[in-house]
């Protein structure tokens, strides 16, 4: 069974995603992720410039090969946009795989070692009073484990807030230039322990607990934070500090007990080694669709399940419900499983995406669907042309640049 052809598919029903769709010489057809969030059209070129023209041909069944060949034989390795493009291929190759074997993913990984996948959803507000409205949604809908974060007092904007009302997803790429946001550390730390503790208050202890802080902080700042957090026994704490400095984690780590998580921004195995072999992370957040797809990311997996460490995959809505179905069906087989990132997509994306899996009690479900479990309409695709979209970038009051 030979590739016969492999598209690129841009579409913006809600936001951008950009699909690798791969055709075999039988007819099956596979999908793949390949959004980088606002550097979309670079994936998108890689891909039709200098990935596409050679894979026309090539057995779709040699997934290693195929890997190794686009990693190795590239020359110039690693980063977003090459392990992006990478993964849409590699996740596109597993989907025509289980179509073929007539099996979702997840039995061609070995089968299941749960009945299901614990995720997280986003709840936020504009006030703590908002916020606690938005756990007490998530609470009701049956999730266990709800990440929780709200507007700072004292600053214009804050990350990681639904734009308007309970219930709708979170969406950082927002304007056309990047929208530029103020950030003031001070204000951060004095106010986030009282909004977890507002939150440990009113629901108790009986379901998991997190908060993102998105590469604000120093290395002693986040262990301030994080020993501020202790009593309310948090699930992690999120990208506390820039992830490039992996040493500053052990500053973190010597002191506080709040587990850490790290990796939606990293793009390979060499990435997580340190922070993985020097247990300097609880959890490991690498996507599907960013490091290198289900073939790259499980041995990540595996390597972190000789030290302990768990997974918690990256699962925000600017990645595609295709990067998302992948993620499940890894999910359901890897025995070092933490939690899953869920925070659904915006409308019309399931006009665009026809997926499978289900949630039922706070638990997702992958279902028994051939492949990923993922098609796409490609007319209904076409209705939504791309629309570019920067994320923000964030400054401190005198005007210095920050990581956002
Ligand atoms: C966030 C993301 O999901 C998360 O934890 O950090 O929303 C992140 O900001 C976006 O994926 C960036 O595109
Ligand atoms: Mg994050």
Redesign the pocket.
């Known amino acids: 069974m030979r590739i016969s052809s492999a598209e690129v598919i841009v579409t913006c029903p809600g936001r951008n995603y950009v699909t690798l769709k791969i055709t075999t010489s039988d007819g099956i057809t596979g999908l793949g992720d390949a959004t980088l ?2 550097r979309e059209l670079a994936v998108a070129a890689y891909l039709n410039e200098h990935v596409c023209p050679l894979l026309v041909g090539r057995e779709a069944g040699a997934i290693n090969d195929t890997w190794q060949y686009l990693y190795r034989g590239g020359y110039w390795r690693r980063g977003p946009v090459t392990m992006t493009a990478i993964a849409a291929v590699d996740c596109a190759l597993w989907d025509i795989l289980g179509k073929s074997a007539g099996m979702p993913v997840h039995r061609l990984l070995g089968g299941a070692a749960r009945d299901g996948v614990l995720i997280y959803g986003h709840a936020s507000g504009q006030t703590v009073d908002e916020l606690l409205d938005d756990v007490a949604s998530y609470l009701d809908r049956g999730y266990r484990a709800v990440r929780v974060q709200a507007a700072i007092p004292g600053l214009d904007s804050t ?2 807030l639904h734009h308007s009302g309970t219930g709708a997803t ?1 969406e ?2 927002d304007a056309r230039l990047p929208t530029e946001n103020v950030w003031h550390t001070p204000a951060y730390l004095d106010f986030v322990p009282d909004m977890v503790k507002a939150v440990r208050d009113r629901f108790g202890y009986g379901f998991h607990l997190l908060h ?1 802080v ?1 590469h604000r902080l120093s290395p002693l700042e986040a262990a301030q934070l994080g020993k501020a957090l202790e009593p309310y026994r948090m699930f992690w704490i ?2 506390p500090t820039p992830a490039e400095d992996q040493e500053a984690f052990r500053t973190i780590r010597q002191h506080t007990t709040t587990p850490i998580a790290v990796g ?1 921004v990293f793009n390979s195995i060499w990435d997580c080694q340190h922070l993985i072999t020097n247990r300097l992370i609880d959890y490991i957040r690498a996507s599907v669709s960013h490091a290198g797809g289900i073939t790259h990311l499980r041995k990540i997996f595996e390597l972190a399940e000789l030290y302990g460490v768990r997974t918690g995959s ?3 809505g ?2 595609s419900p295709v990067s998302f179905a992948a993620a499940l069906q890894l999910d359901m087989t890897v025995p070092n499983f933490g939690i899953q ?1 869920y ?1 659904g997509h915006l409308e019309p994306a399931s006009e665009v995406f026809r997926t499978r899996y289900e949630f039922r009690d706070g638990y997702m479900h992958p279902g028994d669907a051939p492949g990923l479990g993922v098609e796409i309409d490609e007319q209904a695709a076409a209705k939504y042309p791309y629309d570019p979209k920067y ?1 923000p970038v964030n400054r401190l009051r005198d005007g210095t640049m920050h990581d956002w």
Request: zero cysteines; charged letters at 30%.
């Open positions: 969030n606002g990350y990681g979170y950082p790429a993102d998105h999120e990208d939606e990256h699962g925000a600017d990645l990132e925070m994320l």
